[in-house]
């Protein structure tokens, strides 16, 4: 997005680029946002997502950037200051443009212990009282919401002004760059797979004309070379790090996992070999059986996001710890698709789809066919 | 009186900048706005 020509050209975001929690989640946000930065983004706001790992981390994290952050209606409850600047006025040629930010007033977030309590105040009534102040010095007012698709076009309807908005917090994908209420507007999926753009022409201060597409950051779009080295760097580096960890630790999981078998658990195909040497014969030349191999290709072995479906029973009774820990329940197993050894006899203990896409997900499978999957696991007569 | 003398000098400078700020102003502008939202998560695919 950076690397684009174009005279006057902003990048931005709505909120929501934090994980959600745990050591992975918070490496993982920030490199996020080094990423955004390195990307040329100039201005967000935040969503309540973003304050996953506290209040300090996420004003630090941006501190590191050139990367604008704005919300004009969370303010510390006890002095009513603004937690972020509520808005930034950018120049763009002869025109002016004024970025603000609002977030929901139902988002919740977890106050952590020492974090001074933060409030949010309407945000119909913020905007209506800071889009005349924004007028005077901006020719166009860019809104960065984080209210959702409902809220968001009811403030569009109460609170005349805005020009532009881009819509964020779960609000689906709409494909076109569209004016409702003469709000321009954008909602661009999600997970920064779509790149809402819009054009503007102003003359004399005004918005004369708008066009705009969206983006699909599908293959056809080549992959930047060095944020891909990035990328790949802060994999590979993540998962050693956690390599690592579970090497340190892999005696005293152990036990925890032999402590948390007590009840229902899972045993390991082993065991379910006993009595289906057949079924387990075909299984062993199957994708499941090897599905730990692929993350060990890729350098993901240790990745806490990517195991839950390489093995079985992740963070479960009986089930996976780490390689060290618990070897022997690498690769999706019998248990994976049938449930607990332990539970055996219950019925309805055959897999139909809704077990599948726990795993094959859209982002993970695309072409994912339950049909045309289950042709290629068949291991049974 | 030396500035009486270059008056005209001074009423054409006054002139050509009131006209290059008006032009200026009138000047159709082009301006990208490019957006993304609910980032989180979109890195690096397992394998």
Redesign the interface.
């Known amino acids: 997005m950076g690397s684009l020509k174009f005279p006057n050209h902003f990048v931005v975001d709505a909120g929501d680029y934090f994980g959600l929690a745990g050591e992975q989640d918070s490496l993982k946000s920030g490199f996020m946002v080094e990423a955004m930065d390195r990307l040329g983004y100039d201005v967000v706001t935040i969503g309540e997502r973003d304050f996953n790992f506290g209040q300090q981390y996420l004003l630090d994290t941006f501190k590191k950037t050139k990367i604008d952050m704005v919300c004009a209606n969370i303010v510390y409850a006890d002095t009513k200051k603004p937690f972020l600047k509520p808005y930034v006025i950018r120049k763009a040629g002869n025109a002016r443009i004024a970025f603000f930010g609002l977030m929901g007033p139902q988002l919740k977030w977890r106050t952590r212990p020492g974090e001074r309590t933060l409030e949010i105040l309407d945000a119909v009534e913020t905007a209506k009282k800071l889009i005349p102040e924004m007028r005077k010095k901006a020719d166009v007012i860019v809104l960065l919401s984080h209210l959702g698709l409902t809220d968001g076009q009811k403030l569009t309807l109460e609170a005349p002004g805005i020009d532009v908005m881009v819509f964020g917090h779960m609000v689906g994908l709409s494909k076109q760059v569209v004016s409702t209420q003469n709000v321009i507007n954008v909602r661009g999926g999600e997970r920064g797979q779509y790149i809402p753009q819009i054009h503007l022409v102003v003359v004399d201060g005004k918005i004369d004309s708008f066009d705009g597409d969206v983006v699909t950051l599908d293959d056809k779009i080549p992959a930047d070379e060095v944020m891909g080295r990035l990328v790949d760097t802060f994999s590979d580096d993540l998962n050693r790090k956690f390599a690592q960890k579970n090497a340190d630790a892999a005696g005293q999981a152990a036990a925890t996992t032999q402590a948390n078998a007590a009840g229902d658990h899972f045993l390991g195909e082993k065991n379910c070999r006993r009595c289906h040497e057949s079924e387990y014969q075909m299984y062993t030349k199957q994708a499941h059986a090897h599905a730990f191999a692929t993350l060990e290709n890729n350098q993901r072995d240790a990745t806490p996001e990517c195991l839950p479906c390489h093995v079985v029973g992740m963070n479960q009774p009986g089930g996976f710890i780490s390689k060290p820990s618990t070897p022997e329940l690498v690769n999706v197993q019998c248990e994976n698709c049938h449930g607990m050894g332990t539970k055996h006899p219950e019925p309805g203990s055959i897999a139909g789809p809704d077990v599948c896409i726990t795993c094959h997900t859209h982002d993970q499978s695309p072409n994912f066919n339950y049909d045309e999957a289950v042709a290629k696991i068949v291991h049974w007569e | 009186m030396g500035l009486y003398r270059y008056r005209y000098l001074l009423f054409l400078f006054v002139a050509l900048g009131l006209a290059a700020s008006l032009q200026?102003?009138?000047?159709?502008?082009?301006?990208?706005?490019?957006?993304?939202?609910?980032?989180?998560?979109?890195?690096?695919?397992?394998?």
């Not at chain 2, 000047?27 to 397992?46: K, M, N, V, W």
């Open positions: 200026g102003k009138s000047a159709p502008t082009d301006i990208l706005i490019q957006s993304t939202t609910d980032s989180y998560g979109e890195l690096a695919p397992c394998g």
